[in-house]
């Protein structure tokens, strides 16, 4: 692990020149222009407005701090403080994916992001359906912590001739990176416990190299969500599926609604062609689900869920 050039939690900068450098040798097309800041609100909120004046595929922001970073769905609010965590945003034109497979990016990021972590760090992780990026699971319950987030926001249109397009997507990316675990706090009972790669790990990680290496694989996004890329996109992404083939509970908390949906219970089976989660129940019927929250079912038996679970 290559630890020589690490931004670690003295509030050290970002050497984002470095990043340039060693991104222009490589020759892709994320990452290139980056731009850096000290402090972002949201680094998502500044790539919005970037591609809405017509910045190119593969434009980055990354900061050293966000003070107004979110979750999905803007539940939550993502810490990313000085000097130990990273905090970027990328905005990908993806001509060939259509709106009805927008779906499909989260998951093929997710895979990148993994990919990119074990490539710059040698540590494993798993991924909580659908844009958490969590420690493998461990223990008779599949406890695990949450290390990073990812946040897509596509943007729709239409052609001319009426029909719909996504015009760009940004996609954000958080990651505990060199944070001690003692300066993260949990948002709400619900939330993930919070880990970074430097607890992990034992030591701290050049956050300059995994910057790199996420926008390196990120470079693959557009293929991974191809028709032809879609298959091994797939089994990648349930081969670090959490709780795949274990019982769990699907709750759907919907923002600034007071309807009710009743959660699903069953076997986490994997996911469809869409990215949408699917789940069987008890009687046999599959479930497939496009937003939710996923939960280990035993985390849920004193808040009543009480489903039974096909063997």
Not at 93 to 120: H, K, Y
Not at 190 to 195: Q, S
Not at 250 to 255: D, G, K, Q
Not at 282 to 296: A, E, N, P
Request: glycine share 12%; proline share 6%; aromatic share 4%.
């Amino acid at each position: 692990m290559d630890v020589a050039d690490s931004a670690t939690m003295t509030g050290e900068p970002l050497d984002h020149a470095l990043i340039r450098a060693r991104l222009s040798q490589a020759g892709g097309s994320v990452g290139v222009p980056l731009v850096y800041l000290p402090v972002a609100g949201s680094t998502n909120d500044v790539a919005s407005e970037m591609a809405r004046t017509g910045a190119s595929h593969g434009t980055t922001v990354v900061a050293d701090a966000q003070t107004a970073g979110r979750g999905r769905r803007g539940k939550a609010r993502w810490q990313s403080p000085p000097g130990g965590s990273i905090a970027m945003s990328v905005i990908l034109r993806l001509q060939l994916v259509a709106p009805e497979r927008i779906g499909r990016i989260a998951i093929a990021v997710a895979v990148a992001v993994g990919n990119a972590i074990t490539s710059a760090t040698g540590l494993v992780t798993a991924v909580k359906w659908p844009n958490d990026i969590v420690t493998c699971a461990i223990g008779d319950f599949g406890t695990v912590r949450k290390l990073g987030g990812i946040l897509i926001e596509p943007a729709l249109g239409n052609d001319p001739d009426g029909t719909p397009v996504m015009r760009h997507a940004i996609v954000g990316i958080g990651i505990n990176a060199n944070v001690p675990v003692s300066r993260l706090e949990m948002m709400d009972r619900a939330t993930l416990a919070p880990a970074s790669l430097s607890g992990e790990l034992g030591g701290p990680v050049s956050m300059e190299a995994l910057i790199v290496d996420l926008l390196w694989a990120l470079d693959s996004v557009g293929p991974m969500c191809s028709d032809t890329g879609w298959i091994e996109t797939t089994r990648r992404y349930e081969a670090r599926l959490a709780w795949r083939k274990r019982p769990v509970v699907v709750a759907f908390p919907v923002e600034g609604s007071s309807a009710v949906r009743r959660p699903i219970a069953g076997e986490l089976v994997g996911i469809d062609g869409s990215g949408a989660l699917t789940v069987l129940d008890h009687s046999g019927t599959l479930h497939v689900v496009h937003d939710g929250d996923v939960r280990v079912r035993t985390a849920d038996l004193d808040q009543g869920v009480h489903f039974p679970v096909k063997p």
